[in-house]
């Protein structure tokens, strides 16, 4: 690499990679999921995220990297082949399964999936912001706004898991409470 937009392109190699792990391993935690909210924050995210991947889709031919080029050639495939993988996200998801082995009362595994999640979208933000930070150094109007766009999902999408975290099911998790007894209170 010799100058930003290599670094741009390995940046971006890597964001794809996240998201394709995520697109992967997010069914699991919508399964795990109790509070119908969380499930269906996860849902909604998992739609998003395949909207984000296909917008990475959209920076590649910008970027140098034919549209159509698939696998064959340039640098896309070269850091998205075997062992090329992110391995930050890949981590953090990891991480994630291990808690969600554990055996839980429901609102403690909603609070741990939380908790998994938020690891996994500061991860996304801080390399989205970085990302954009170079397109925009370099110039690069449309990238920049693609990533921002995915930016600002990312930033909601955590916002959202706090929201869920502190108005509810963190005070349920103090109590070790069950999801299927908690009345209409809510
Ligand atoms: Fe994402």
């Known amino acids: 690499m010799n100058d930003l937009r290599d670094l741009l392109r390995y940046d971006i190699q890597h964001l794809y990679s996240a998201e394709e792990q995520i697109i ?3 069914p699991a935690m919508i399964a795990k999921a109790n509070d119908p909210r969380l499930k269906q924050a996860l849902e909604q995210h998992l739609r998003v995220t395949e909207q984000q991947r296909d917008r990475l889709n959209q920076v590649k031919p910008i970027l140098g990297e034919g549209a159509n080029s698939g696998n064959k050639g340039g640098i896309f495939s070269g850091l998205l082949g075997a062992g090329s993988k992110s391995k ?3 981590g953090l998801i990891e991480e ?3 808690a969600m082995a554990v055996d839980m009362s429901s609102a403690v595994m909603d609070a741990a999936i ?3 999640a938020q690891k996994i979208e500061h991860y996304e933000i801080s390399g989205y912001g970085t990302a954009r930070t170079y397109a925009e150094q370099l110039g690069m109007t ?3 706004q693609l990533l921002q ?3 600002i999902e990312e930033h909601d999408a955590d916002d959202l898991l706090t929201s869920l975290a502190v108005r509810d099911v963190n005070q349920r998790a103090e ?3 069950d999801m299927n007894s908690r009345g209409g209170a809510l």
């Open 24 to 26: 992967e391993a997010l």
């Open 88 to 90: 930050g996200i890949a």
């Open 96 to 98: 994630g399964q291990k």
């Open 114 to 116: 939380i908790g998994c």
């Open 142 to 144: 449309d990238v920049a």
């Open 149 to 151: 766009q995915t930016l």
């Open 175 to 177: 109590v070790g409470a």
